[in-house]
């Protein structure tokens, strides 16, 4: 019973060794970008606009229903991108937002962002419509200046 004691005083004492790098790093860019919308960000403390894609807004800045939704779609998108990444690239324009915030292209691991938001149907290209923006409130059209392409927000059952 003694020798029992003592096997488990001295196990107790054992250090557990320290877990790899890779559980320590969680993935992903922590608190290196924070995400206010699909298209825009605080990267490295600095305000950024994506300035090659313009997504729906949320509420309480969302014209109807459908752009909330489509931006709650959007926004979700991006967050996992975001935890995915491992290195994110910012490519000033040289232009801001009417916000004063710097327009530029971003991307995550190499990937350009904004080009990939439109290219899944989640943003439109900035046009010369009031700001730039696209109208989600609009019935789509794929002639409309700036819209995403239509088969991608179409859900049927092909992909």
Known sequence: MLALSMATALT????????????????GLGDR???LGADAFVIDGRHVRLANAYAPQGVPDARCWAEASASKLANDWVRAKVR????????????????????????????DLGQALFEAGLAGRRTD???GRFSWCDPIS?????????GTLLDNGTR
């Open 142 to 150: 794929g002639r409309a200046t700036g819209a995403p392409a239509v």
């Open 129 to 131: 419509a009031p700001n």
């Open 33 to 35: 970008v924070r995400v």
């Open 12 to 27: 107790a004492c054992h250090k557990t060794p320290d877990p790899p790098a890779s559980v320590l790093q969680p993935p």
């Open 84 to 111: 995915e990444a491992r290195a994110v690239t910012v490519e000033p324009t040289g232009g801001v937002d009417e916000y004063h915030r710097d327009l530029a292209h971003v991307g995550f691991d190499g990937a």
